[in-house]
């Protein structure tokens, strides 16, 4: 039965990764199980939510930012109660209400699902929580991005504290979720008509229940339910094994994409970053994954002025992209984390040369995703098609196997099919294509 909540309107915003994306999805369905009501424009908001980020200075500035603009609608409206919530908020707990007091309450990792109990006022929950070891990962289900794609969260937290990374701090130690719950998630999907999902943990690869590995968990997957596409990120290189590999090119209902962060060619960065692989060992590592998943797409994260990073480092960078040749990347230039163990370094490397190496690294990489992008114009792609294209209605918008966005004339073709779209042609970002018909 639903409490009955006055002031139930609420509006969320999620800055960050796929992690809160999902989280943000699962607290969205409890709230409305709870009573309340979601509005899409914040000025109708009796509560105002920021799902944060803090795995980038800039992105905490956002979010401050963001606070400080929406106080007008405090001060029309008294009653209004604003919440930040995640890994901003796991971080800076109270000292957030002394930065922005007009903040009402602050809810951490672990936390944040038990927002409906402090909004309305519950006994034994404060405005601002932040411990760890609340969280009921049984109690975390699965919630629909749309009609058709779910993320799925595996585990949660992270063990690796790579030197530079706020995550482990923020959401504490890996915790995996049940493989039985995870499957009955899935086939609870696949009954409410959705065709994708997406599987996701700090480092898939680290995931261990019982004796379940994640190789194990995908087997479970594929032999006991009938989802039709498969993702999953992120993967450590470190822990991505043979036998992974193996289990995704045994099964075309995995997706050929495999997003692996590098952050750097040089081996001593790797070292100081705390990433315990070497350049030859991940370069191994993608051989084999070419070799073995026809197509695959295979994207990265780097990072540019990492502290002490000498030009011919950074050119070891420029090189591994090169030889690698990343279908895509996301790419950034180092900034330091509180907390971190980087922070103890000197931030020694100058601003303007970390801008100049981070513009000459996307330059390189645009042409590469370029190039590789021209190697699908000619091929056939099953895609799942997601909408209308962002920038006119005349166009749809699908997702290849690999990843990839491709736009198609707009027909009589619903958001949820996978439609084959031969690629004519395409850009760095964006594939053009048609619906092959009969196929
Ligand atoms: S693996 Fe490293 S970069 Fe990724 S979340 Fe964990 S500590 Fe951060």
Request: neutral net charge.
């Amino acid at each position: 039965m639903n409490d009955s909540v006055k002031n139930n309107k609420f509006h969320i915003t999620t800055f960050g990764c796929q992690m809160n994306l999902a989280d943000s999805s699962t607290l969205v369905a409890t709230l409305l199980t709870r009573g309340f009501q979601r509005v899409y424009k914040e000025k109708e908001a009796d509560v105002i939510i920021f799902n944060t980020c803090s795995v980038r200075e800039k992105a905490e500035e956002r979010v401050l930012g963001r606070l400080w603009d929406i106080y007008k609608y405090k001060k029309d409206k008294p009653n209004l109660k604003i919440a930040v919530i995640g890994c901003m908020a796991q971080r800076l707990g109270e000292k957030l209400i002394e930065k922005v007091p007009h903040v009402d309450f602050v809810l951490g990792t672990d936390r944040l699902f038990e927002l409906p109990d402090v909004v309305m006022g519950h006994n034994g929950f404060h405005p601002v929580m932040t411990a760890f070891g609340y969280e009921n990962m049984d109690a975390i289900l699965p919630v629909k991005e749309n009609n058709f794609s779910a993320y799925v969260t595996i585990s949660r937290g992270c063990d690796n504290f790579c030197s530079y990374c706020i995550v482990p701090y923020v959401r504490g130690e890996e915790r995996a979720h049940s493989a039985d719950r995870i499957v009955e998630n899935v086939k609870r999907l696949v009954n409410d008509g959705v065709v994708e999902i997406t599987l996701l943990g700090q480092n898939v690869n680290s995931y261990r229940w019982k004796d379940i590995d994640f190789p194990g968990l995908l087997q479970r997957i594929i032999s006991e339910t009938s989802i039709r596409r498969i993702r999953f990120m992120t993967s450590h290189p470190k822990d991505l094994s043979d036998r992974l590999v193996e289990v995704m090119s045994e099964n075309d209902r995995f997706m050929p994409h495999i997003h692996l962060p590098l952050q750097s060619g040089a081996n001593r960065i790797l070292e100081k970053m705390g990433r315990n692989y070497t350049i030859e060992h991940y370069n191994k590592i993608v051989d084999y994954i070419r070799s073995r998943i026809n197509y695959v797409a295979v994207t990265t994260d780097l990072i540019v002025g990492f502290p002490s990073e000498t030009e011919a480092e950074y050119e070891a960078t420029l090189r591994a992209v090169r030889n690698i040749q990343f279908d895509a990347a996301f790419m950034f230039r180092y900034s330091v984390r509180p907390g971190t163990l980087a922070e103890k370094y000197a931030d020694d490397v100058p601003e303007d040369v970390k801008i100049k190496r981070l513009n000459n690294l996307i330059a390189l990489q645009q042409k590469i995703s370029f190039e590789r992008n021209q190697r699908e114009v000619g091929q056939t792609r099953f895609s799942l098609i997601e909408g209308t294209s962002r920038r006119s209605d005349a166009f749809q918008r699908a997702r290849t196997e690999g990843n990839k966005i491709v736009l198609f004339k707009t027909g009589d073709f619903m958001p949820g099919q996978v439609v084959p779209i031969r690629i004519a042609s395409a850009d760095a970002y964006t594939l053009h294509g048609e619906i092959v018909e009969g196929k």
